[in-house]
């Protein structure tokens, strides 16, 4: 039982690495570039050769263990605490929700509920590490997506706003339209 349990842990403790690294990798290139790739006036009509990526809107990390995430992102490495949110709901009830800022950039930690913890799942459920990219024009770019053979999470892109996938490598992509 011990044994099993320390498995767990190291695995855990693995994870929770490997997340952090590619999440500061991320906010390295980011800072790198400036966040040149933001484009800055939004066009009245958006075609589909025009349909792309206009920013960062957010990085998405689930939080395995609190003391550590708070201290490493905050202390550390500078973040200030923006807001905090108990959300309720399907999948979602009892999950908080930090998000962090520094400077331009938006981190946001979501920690799970333990009774909830059997939900914590790949892609379908939000409580997963992703970031969200902001974009023009989610429909044309949701339909070359499809076309492409991708699974979109949420078949109602064009409506809501918002979809998730998986891309080549494994990671989890959010698309956001949002205002």
């Not at 790198?32 to 960062?56: C, D, L, R």
């Not at 969200?132 to 499809?146: A, F, H, S, Y």
Request: positive net charge.
């Amino acid at each position: 039982m011990k044994t099993s349990a320390s498995k767990n842990n190291k695995i855990n403790d693995i994870n929770a690495k490997l997340i952090l690294k590619y999440a500061l990798f991320l906010m390295f290139v980011l800072a790198s570039t400036s966040f040149s790739f933001a484009q800055k006036a939004k066009p009245s009509i958006v075609n589909k050769e025009q349909a792309k990526v206009t920013g960062m809107n957010y990085i998405c990390v689930h939080v395995l263990q609190l003391e550590k995430t708070l201290k490493l992102y905050r202390e550390i490495l500078g973040f200030k605490m923006d807001t905090a949110e108990v959300f309720h709901g399907p999948g979602l009830e009892g999950m908080l929700v930090m998000k962090l800022k520094a400077n331009d950039l938006m981190l946001t930690l979501s920690l799970t509920a333990p009774e909830n913890w059997d939900q914590v799942g790949p892609i379908g459920n939000t409580n997963h590490n992703h970031f969200m990219l902001k974009v023009n024009d989610i429909t044309t770019i949701g339909d070359k997506l499809k076309k492409e053979g991708y699974e979109l999470e949420n078949n109602n892109y064009a409506r809501d706003k918002y979809t998730f996938f998986t891309g080549p490598n494994g990671e989890i992509i959010g698309l956001s339209a949002w205002d």
